[in-house]
């Protein structure tokens, strides 16, 4: 795996929905963002294939807190996208496994144990996330509150 492979990381509060392109866990590309109706998968996939960035990307990461997605959501975005599906979240969820080493739990379609492990290990830089999820998701608590307030 590359150094500098494109991710996609998404988080979901309600209704923001944020979208991080980085090179591996160093570099931020990109940001979008959407505000969702109801239907969250399609306005995803939308979003990133709407994007410039869409042919660069290489995974798709997704934060498991606020989308709750379950193994046929991730079957679904994986033939829409045409890309790795990996959803990390801090705690088990349907379809998850444990990686201990991350204290992360972990669904994945489109790729393999070892190139998860890989990118997990490419993306985490001291925080309890991978970096690209953890700044998507704050972006997007950001961008709520901005809107709230």
């Known amino acids: 795996m590359k150094l500098e492979t494109r991710i996609a990381a998404f988080s979901y509060v309600r209704p923001v929905l944020i979208c991080v392109v980085y090179r591996g866990g160093l570099w931020l590309d990109g940001v979008l963002s959407k505000i969702v109706g109801e239907n969250l998968l399609d306005e995803l996939v939308s979003l990133i294939k709407s994007s410039s960035h869409y042919d660069q990307v290489n995974y798709v990461m997704l934060d498991y807190r606020g989308m709750g997605f379950h193994p046929p959501h991730l079957k679904m975005l994986y033939d829409a996208l045409k890309r790795p599906i990996i959803v990390v979240g801090d705690e088990a969820f ?32 001291g925080f309890s996330f991978p970096e690209p999820l953890r700044v998507s998701r704050m972006l997007a608590l950001s961008l709520l509150d901005a809107m709230t307030s």
């Open 94 to 125: 349907p379809g998850s496994k444990f990686f201990g080493e991350f204290n992360v739990y972990v669904a994945f379609i489109g790729v393999g144990l070892d190139a998860v492990r890989k990118l997990l290990k490419l993306t985490f830089r």
